[in-house]
């Protein structure tokens, strides 16, 4: 499939529970990104991928824990959520410092954490 | 502080009517500014940025750097137009996927 592409489009989990959110890109970017959209608020850039390397960290919590393997995938571990952090996640590809740096979005993991 | 601001949260017109999506931001630099969209069960993707100075399906945004505007523009909006709309800003040139963004005004164009 061509674009971004996220699984799973919808997770639930417990508090106590472990998961990970998948992103993949076909579009040969060298920079991926993780956004939270919240309810009632805007979306918030989360984590930066530039080559594989992690070059930005909004001050994220710990218990979000992102990773670039390559330049086509991109994880976000999930552990000891709270209920708060339920919202829909998305990922994004750029190329990163270039003449058309636009960002492709992927379509959201809807996550709810009870 | 950086920040987006789009003061409308729904915005309702009937087909044929001008529209008008507000978006003012604060930046201290010389920010890049785009629109993005997001159609009903599609994701979200860019309308249009200012620095390439198009027009996309009728929609046009002039940067004004004194108001510090970014309004999007339609004289004639169509059914079809319906949609999410998102403006942001990246604070650096060329890369166009760190993303400030407004909080979103839904369009409804009514028949």
């Known amino acids: 499939e061509t674009g971004v592409t996220q699984t799973p489009r919808h997770l639930v989990m417990g508090m106590t529970n472990k998961k990970s959110l998948k992103c993949e890109q076909h579009l040969g970017h060298n920079a991926m990104y993780w956004y939270k959209q919240s309810a009632k608020k805007p979306l918030e850039l989360m984590f930066v991928y530039s080559l594989e390397e992690r070059v930005e960290n909004n001050s994220v919590p710990s218990r979000f824990s992102p990773e670039c393997p390559n330049s086509s995938h991109l994880f976000l571990h999930l552990h000891t959520l709270q209920p708060e952090d339920s919202a829909l996640y998305l990922c994004a590809s750029s190329l990163f410092d270039g003449a058309d740096t636009e960002a492709f979005f992927g379509q959201g993991t809807r996550l709810t954490v009870v | 502080a950086q920040r987006v601001t789009q003061p409308e949260k729904l915005l309702s017109v009937f087909k044929g009517a001008p529209v008008e999506l507000k978006c003012n931001y604060s930046y201290s630099g010389s920010p890049e500014l785009f629109w993005y969209v997001q159609y009903s069960r599609q994701r979200l993707q860019l309308l249009l940025r200012?620095?390439s100075r198009e027009s996309i399906k009728g929609f046009t945004a002039d940067l004004n750097k004194g108001e510090t505007s970014f309004h999007l523009k339609k004289p004639f909006a169509q059914e079809e137009d319906s949609a999410m709309y998102y403006c942001?800003?990246?604070?650096?040139?060329?890369?166009?996927?760190?993303?400030?963004f407004g909080q979103g005004t839904e369009l409804s164009v009514k028949p």
């Open positions: 942001a800003l990246s604070g650096i040139y060329n890369q166009g996927g760190k993303l400030i």
């Open positions: 200012h620095i």
